[in-house]
């Protein structure tokens, strides 16, 4: 019996460390920024973005007083939202897009409270997030109510145990016509657990993918707009949010 016990815990053991291996090696297979966003936003080059070790920072050269810190979508390495926090910073606000651990926002919720923590300044901050990092933004957002000033979904929204329809707090759900991967009928679904005053954008022949400059995904659908067109109506359409919110 002893040696059944020994033999089985060595198996799964070894199922464990290989299923960890897998995952390690799955998640490194990410999603980087596309030549065309890399020679637009020189970042190394830029004084006003910081390159810390977990966090990507864009200064504005005004503040308005206003945070956003966006949560990456699976497996999307942080630069690839370059053009978003470049031109929101333009806008006066400071943009933080956190690294997170294994490319997945579910192991870094956190984050945000961190962010909040080591800015000097006051700010009021929002959290945001594309597809997965959005449901991870709110689940921040769900338990720091007091704290967060509005929640921004791009192509994402809550689940279930994140139920935000008796809340107060603020929301923008922006989501795209050709989206393969969050649909119209997601959004629609969504709609139950958001507050009645959420505010809904569709961007009309985006995808899933425009949401930031980093190419294809799998099981996306064709955009009939550029990604560039795709990512100023996104800015447009936080800035008009934010500024009133």
Same mark, same amino acid.
């Given at each position: ?72 979508? *699976?497996?999307?390495?942080?630069? *690839?939202? !370059? ?26 919720? #956190? ?38 000033? #509005?929640?921004?979904?791009? *192509? ?48 009309? #022949?985006?995808?899933?993918? !425009? ?35």
């Amino acid at each position: 019996m002893k040696k059944i016990l020994k033999w089985t815990a060595i198996v799964l053991l070894a199922v464990v460390l290989i299923g960890g291996i897998g995952f390690y090696f799955w998640s490194e297979q990410t999603y980087s920024a596309t030549e065309e966003l890399i020679k637009t936003i020189k970042i190394e080059e830029d004084p006003l973005i910081e390159e810390k070790k977990d966090w990507l920072i864009f200064n504005p050269e005004k503040s308005n007083s206003k945070g956003l810190i966006l949560y990456p979508g *699976a497996k999307v390495e942080v630069e *690839a939202y !370059g053009y978003l926090g470049k031109s929101l910073s333009e806008k006066g606000y400071t943009v933080v897009i956190p690294r997170m651990p294994f490319h997945i926002a579910f192991f870094g919720i #956190g984050e945000s409270e961190k962010i909040i923590n080591s800015f000097d300044e006051e700010l009021d901050w929002y959290v945001s997030g594309h597809s997965l990092g959005g449901v991870a933004a709110a689940k921040y957002a769900y338990d720091h109510q007091d704290e967060i000033k #509005g929640v921004i979904f791009l *192509a994402s929204y809550p689940t279930n145990s994140t139920d935000f329809s008796e809340s107060d707090v603020p929301f923008l759900s922006i989501f795209a016509e050709n989206d393969g991967l969050t649909t119209k009928d997601d959004i629609e679904e969504s709609k139950k657990i958001l507050p009645h005053s959420t505010v809904f954008h569709q961007i009309e #022949g985006g995808n899933h993918a !425009g949401f930031g400059m980093y190419g294809k995904q799998k099981g996306d659908l064709e955009a009939n707009i550029s990604p560039r067109d795709q990512q100023d109506e996104i800015i447009r359409t936080m800035n008009a949010w934010l500024m009133k919110n």
